[in-house]
């Protein structure tokens, strides 16, 4: 009824006008002869309520029509369904929605052309990373079989370049992968333990060349989660890079895990811990934020900003929380809340237990 009243409303200026055209009919053939219009009142009152009657249901059946060919518009923005909207419109009125759906239809091409700009460059750039892990698989052999054949500062150095180059490109890739319409997860039961280790491990000259001491207490030992692997690699091997990145002296990286249960959900705490330059408390609500580097970094660094943005955005894909805690110079601590399933599922559905 609302709709019908909000339709209506709109002609109401030209139903007055018609109503005052007819009162003054009336006046005037009372005026004439008062005993016709004693007759004629009966008929004259039925004709003016069957008239404006008419006038309401013509016009709400109209708008209502018109409302379903637009709404059909704007699912499907093609000519045919422009035309049968234009059907609906009066002639100054079709000017001006034939103006508006010529500008429509320039924009739908112009999304068109800059979508189809962005695949080809995502393409691109997908594949001279993949192009790029040639000459790196390469020098990953030289150093893996020839290593002997370089003085130590040479072979740190070129292991420290590999991994570096490495990561970049994990972060274009896994940046590619968050920002694209089909991302390809594979959700499986892994070992909290080895998957950090293996991150551990593909930064190893990085903290070995920095001389990291690293501190795992994982009890217990075989904790199983439920998540994609490289997506959670990738993830946990942004904080020991951002650990590497704003180290001091006697570096250090303390991770441990523990159980906590909250609002009758439980999950495992992963705390990864570092003895860096921390972050200022003004800096620490905003370092998840794309292209954030704080205000005190030092430009022989040049962060990108980027690491822990693809990190949150990581973890939110896979269910995840993220925390981050410091004190400015004591170092960085980053929280992972992971939720404890109770079967398999992909977070984000109604089974297992998830935190809220």
């Not at 249901?57 to 035309?83: D, R």
């Not at 990190?311 to 410091?326: C, F, I, N, P, W």
């Not at 400015?328 to 998830?354: A, F, H, N």
């Amino acid at each position: 009824m609302k709709n019908y009243g909000k339709r209506i409303a709109e002609y109401m200026p030209w139903l007055l006008l018609t109503g005052c055209v007819e009162g003054i009919c009336i006046l005037f053939l009372a005026l004439a002869d008062v005993q016709v219009l004693q007759v004629l009142a009966g008929v004259l009152t039925l004709m003016t309520v069957l008239m404006y009657a008419g006038v309401c249901i013509y016009i709400v059946k109209k708008e209502q029509k018109k409302e379903e060919a637009f709404a059909l518009f704007l699912k499907e923005p093609e000519e045919k369904t422009a035309e049968q909207l234009l059907l609906y419109c009066g002639k100054a009125e079709k000017e001006r929605m034939q103006n508006l759906l010529d500008y429509l239809q320039i924009q739908r091409k112009e999304k068109e052309n800059l979508l189809k700009k962005t695949e080809d460059y995502e393409e691109y750039i997908e594949g001279w990373s993949h192009e790029v892990k040639t000459p790196l698989s390469l020098l990953a052999f030289i150093l893996g079989n020839h290593k002997e054949e370089f003085s130590e500062p040479v072979g740190y150095k070129l292991e420290y370049i590999q991994t570096r180059m490495q990561e970049s490109i994990d972060q274009m890739l896994f940046y590619a992968r968050l920002k694209g319409g089909h991302k390809d997860y594979l959700f499986e039961m892994l070992n909290l333990k080895e998957s950090l280790g293996k991150v551990l491990e593909d930064y190893g000259p990085l903290l070995e060349e920095k001389k990291f001491h690293v501190d795992i207490q994982m009890e217990p030992e075989g904790i199983q989660i439920y998540s994609d692997r490289r997506g959670l690699e990738f993830m946990l091997g942004q904080f020991i890079s951002n650990a590497v990145k704003y180290c001091d002296k006697e570096p250090e990286i303390r991770i441990h895990v523990e159980k906590r249960e909250e609002n009758r959900k439980k999950m495992w705490i992963l705390y990864i811990e570092d003895n860096g330059c921390g972050v200022k408390a003004c800096d620490l609500p905003y370092i998840f934020d794309k292209g954030f580097t704080g205000s005190d970094i030092n430009v022989n660094k040049k962060p990108t900003g980027m690491g822990l943005y693809l990190a949150r955005e990581m973890a939110t894909d896979l269910g995840l929380k993220l925390y981050a805690v410091s004190e400015y110079r004591e170092g960085l601590t980053m929280k992972v809340q992971i939720p404890i399933v109770d079967r398999p599922c992909v977070p984000g559905s109604d089974c297992g237990v998830l935190p809220g």
